[in-house]
């Protein structure tokens, strides 16, 4: 068999390694579980799932347009975020033309470009920070996408409202911006983005968001992406015609209304981010400050081996060999108990 050419050095996904009883803090999912309105939902609809889903998500596009005071036609829906990112490579990449995005970001944007054949370029971070402007040097003739993911994983650090929009104003009108809020319901920054208030005037923004992280549903596979109308038409000439299970869709639709889950969700993450940032500071260990639900820090240790002694002794935690660092973990913040249990296990890894 011949492989494309463009699929040469892509390599299948590698998911976290899990080890039975150790407690999971890799993957940034909730660690309250899902949204309890989201279960009873499910729960309630089993008798129903003999029946193919909606294919175009009413219900819940319907509850998400008036969240976001959007139109239904303004959302598509994905199996993930992770499946718009594939609408959108699948629609504007092709042989020949780029996407642009940060160093050390997540890493499905390049995936979804090299699968429809398109190139990635990297603009530098500086101090685990993306550079706008450096991103924006880098769009050329042949760029199609921009992807910015803020907060941003695996750094946790963010860019404000006022940089994104200097951004906004620089970028031509043709070159679709991607702004993957994957994290957004855990941020406390007051200058973070109004992200969807920018869509009128720029009708080449995409705003990504998804159930899996805050709504505890990342097992269920749902996100979301609102843009202009037009934008939308085009993705879902890509997207097949069940994509979002019927399961899923109930689950999302009882989420969303989730406030007391939301709100218990976000006072744990602020608790265990304080007693975190205590601990790292009074270990000496860098870390930057975060606006998700996880933290990157340098352990002194290499990362590989502080990843196997943290997963041997109790906890996961993913290891992240970039910018440089041959140290960096990334921790998804806890229950009080999971942090410190986390903390106990790291001292003892540092010999502290
Ligand atoms: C987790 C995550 C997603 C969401 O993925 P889903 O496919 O919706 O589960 C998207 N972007 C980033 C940066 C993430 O960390």
Same mark, same amino acid.
């Given at each position: 068999?011949?492989?494309?050419?463009?699929?040469? $050095?892509?390599?299948?996904?590698?998911?976290?390694?899990?080890?039975?009883?150790?407690?999971?803090?890799?993957?940034?999912?909730?660690?309250?579980?899902?949204?309890?309105?989201?279960?009873?939902?499910?729960?309630?609809?089993?008798?129903?799932?003999?029946?193919?889903?909606?294919?175009?998500?009413?219900?819940?596009?319907?509850?998400?347009?008036?969240?976001?005071?959007?139109?239904?036609?303004?959302?598509?829906?994905?199996?993930?975020?992770?499946?718009?990112?594939?609408?959108?490579?699948?629609?504007?990449?092709?042989?020949?033309?780029?996407?642009?995005?940060?160093?050390?970001?997540?890493?499905?944007?390049?995936?979804?470009?090299?699968?429809?054949?398109?190139?990635?370029?990297?603009?530098?971070?500086?101090?685990?920070?993306?550079?706008?402007?450096?991103?924006?040097?880098?769009? $050329?003739?042949?760029?199609?996408?921009?992807?910015?993911?803020?907060?941003?994983?695996?750094?946790?650090?963010?860019?404000?409202?006022?940089?994104?929009?200097?951004?906004?104003?620089?970028?031509? $009108?043709?070159?679709?911006?991607?702004?993957?809020?994957?994290?957004?319901?855990?941020?406390?920054?007051?200058?973070?983005?109004?992200?969807?208030?920018?869509?009128?005037?720029?009708?080449?923004?995409?705003?990504?968001?998804?159930?899996?992280?805050?709504?505890?549903?990342?097992?269920?596979?749902?996100?979301?992406?609102?843009?202009?109308?037009?934008?939308?038409?085009?993705?879902?000439?890509?997207?097949?015609?069940?994509?979002?299970?019927?399961?899923?869709?109930?689950?999302?639709?009882?989420?969303?209304?989730?406030?007391?889950?939301?709100?218990?969700?976000?006072?744990?993450?602020?608790?265990?981010?304080?007693?975190?940032?205590?601990?790292?500071?009074?270990?000496?260990?860098?870390?930057?400050?975060?606006?998700?639900?996880?933290?990157?820090?340098?352990?002194?240790?290499?990362?590989?081996?502080?990843?196997?002694?943290?997963?041997?002794?109790?906890?996961?935690?993913?290891?992240?060999?970039?910018?440089?660092?041959?140290?960096?973990?990334?921790?998804?913040?806890?229950?009080?108990?999971?942090?410190?249990?986390?903390?106990?296990?790291?001292?003892?890894?540092?010999?502290?």
């Amino acid at each position: 068999m011949k492989l494309r050419e463009s699929l040469a $050095d892509l390599k299948p996904y590698i998911a976290g390694k899990l080890k039975e009883g150790a407690i999971k803090l890799a993957s940034n999912e909730n660690v309250l579980g899902p949204s309890p309105k989201a279960m009873a939902a499910v729960r309630n609809f089993i008798s129903e799932m003999y029946l193919y889903p909606d294919s175009n998500c009413e219900k819940i596009k319907e509850k998400i347009a008036s969240k976001w005071n959007v139109a239904p036609d303004n959302i598509i829906m994905g199996n993930g975020s992770d499946e718009i990112l594939l609408f959108i490579a699948g629609a504007y990449m092709e042989k020949g033309r780029n996407a642009v995005t940060s160093e050390a970001t997540f890493s499905e944007y390049t995936f979804a470009v090299k699968l429809f054949n398109g190139a990635v370029k990297y603009a530098p971070m500086k101090d685990c920070r993306f550079q706008l402007d450096k991103i924006g040097e880098l769009v $050329d003739q042949n760029t199609h996408i921009v992807f910015l993911c803020n907060p941003n994983n695996p750094t946790g650090t963010y860019f404000t409202g006022t940089e994104l929009e200097a951004f906004l104003k620089k970028i031509p $009108d043709d070159v679709l911006v991607v702004l993957d809020e994957a994290y957004c319901e855990y941020v406390t920054a007051r200058d973070f983005p109004e992200s969807l208030k920018l869509l009128k005037d720029h009708k080449n923004l995409m705003v990504l968001k998804t159930f899996s992280k805050m709504y505890g549903l990342a097992g269920l596979r749902v996100g979301y992406g609102i843009a202009d109308a037009g934008i939308i038409n085009d993705l879902m000439k890509t997207k097949e015609p069940f994509n979002v299970n019927a399961v899923a869709q109930v689950a999302a639709a009882a989420a969303i209304e989730d406030e007391d889950f939301v709100q218990k969700t976000r006072e744990m993450n602020e608790k265990g981010k304080a007693y975190l940032y205590e601990q790292f500071t009074g270990m000496n260990l860098p870390f930057w400050k975060t606006e998700s639900n996880f933290i990157f820090l340098r352990t002194g240790v290499e990362c590989m081996k502080a990843f196997q002694k943290l997963m041997d002794t109790g906890v996961t935690i993913r290891p992240m060999k970039l910018l440089g660092f041959e140290d960096a973990i990334r921790v998804t913040i806890g229950t009080q108990e999971d942090n410190e249990l986390f903390i106990r296990l790291l001292k003892k890894l540092l010999g502290k």
